[in-house]
């Protein structure tokens, strides 16, 4: 065991479950070859990494992903309790810098994760920003429960919402690269490697 968590978050991909907005516009099928490619892709980044990590699936343990790896299903009501459980369990199992991640980033990397942990030894949280006004990673020293609790999740207000709290607070915040998850068609066009992949 080291003294660095990853946390992965994944949906469990199932046709008509995942990338929900982006099916609007492109039909479940595609959707799932996006999601599918998307998992992937946070696999590999993920693979190199010199820190314990643990994934947590939505709804049921798929043992053919991160094989290596321990795995959890997510427990809470909604995305903030999730996560607020997930840390809860990896401090009180002694660990003492802990980063979360979707699993929805064509552009993670282990650069950006392993860069996520070293700011987490200068400030007490930290966020990776993503570019719809949420974010795409938390990073934290020790659990800080408000940040999980009464937020608008999915919404463009997010992390600034966030912040403002924290600064309140009077709480050290690290921000690390911005990067683009995909929600959306306008997304997607982004990236043609994967624009590629649907039919």
């Excluded at 795995?71 to 009180?92: I, S």
Aim: charged share 25%.
């Amino acid at each position: 065991m080291t003294k660095d968590l990853l946390i992965v978050f994944v949906k469990n991909i199932k046709l008509g479950k995942v990338k929900t907005r982006l099916a609007k516009t492109i039909g479940d099928e595609n959707a799932f070859e996006i999601y599918k490619a998307l998992v992937e892709i946070t696999e590999k980044a993920t693979q190199n990494l010199s820190v314990d990590i643990r994934i947590y699936f939505s709804d049921v343990i798929v043992n053919s992903k991160w094989q290596d790896s321990k795995k959890y299903v997510q427990v809470g009501g909604d995305l903030g309790a999730r996560m607020k459980n997930a840390f809860k369990t990896g401090f009180e199992d002694g660990y003492q810098r802990i980063v979360l991640i979707g699993s929805d980033l064509p552009t993670i990397s282990d650069k950006i994760i392993t860069n996520a942990f070293k700011e987490l030894g200068e400030n007490s949280l930290v966020f990776g920003p993503a570019e719809d006004g949420g974010y795409y990673l938390i990073g934290l020293t020790k659990l800080h429960g408000t940040i999980f609790t009464n937020k608008p999740w999915s919404k463009e207000n997010l992390l600034k919402i966030t912040l403002a709290e924290l600064q309140s607070n009077k709480i050290n915040v690290s921000l690390i690269e911005t990067l683009n998850d995909i929600d959306t068609f306008e997304d997607l066009k982004q990236f043609p490697e994967l624009l590629n992949r649907i039919s």
